[in-house]
């Protein structure tokens, strides 16, 4: 997920069947697993237009696994079709010019993103004794 403010809120994409939503931040509490990562050099207003633009452009948009098979950067499109949980939150930061896919490969994971040079862990949980995958 994206957090969005200060207010507790998130943009996430969660499963098959379900568009992606604002969320609060408790709805996390249920999760075995949570790994809390922030970008290491962004401004206030760098961080505000990630989340303006997830708000405006990946709210609303349906769960797809496979998307980014054929083209994982999908704003320059028309419209954005299809997001999954990784992609939504690589899909904000790319529009900025940051790409958080560690690996460059087809999909982006979320393995992908927790190894991202762009991000510092802030706080993990289940994830064993180094926090990471």
């Keep these: ?3 969005l403010d200060e207010e507790g809120h998130t943009l996430e994409s969660l499963m098959i069947g379900s568009d992606s939503m604002v969320l609060s931040t408790d709805y996390w509490h249920s999760y075995p697993t949570l ?3 922030r970008p290491k050099n962004l ?3 760098e961080k505000q237009a990630i989340a303006d633009f997830g708000r405006e452009r990946m709210l ?5 696994l496979l998307t980014g098979i054929l083209k ?3 704003q320059e499109m028309e419209t954005i079709d299809g997001t999954h949980c990784s992609h939504l939150v690589w899909q ?4 900025a010019g940051i790409d958080l896919d560690s690996d460059g490969g087809f999909l982006v994971s979320p393995n992908d993103i ?3 040079d762009e991000l510092e862990l802030v706080f993990s949980f289940g994830f064993g004794e180094t926090g990471t995958w």
């Design 72 to 74: 994982k950067d999908k």
């Design 92 to 95: 904000c930061y790319k529009n």
């Design 35 to 37: 790994m809390i990562l």
């Design 114 to 116: 927790a190894g991202s």
């Design 1 to 3: 997920g994206l957090v």
């Design 60 to 64: 609303g948009i349906p769960y797809n």
């Design 43 to 45: 401004s206030r207003d």
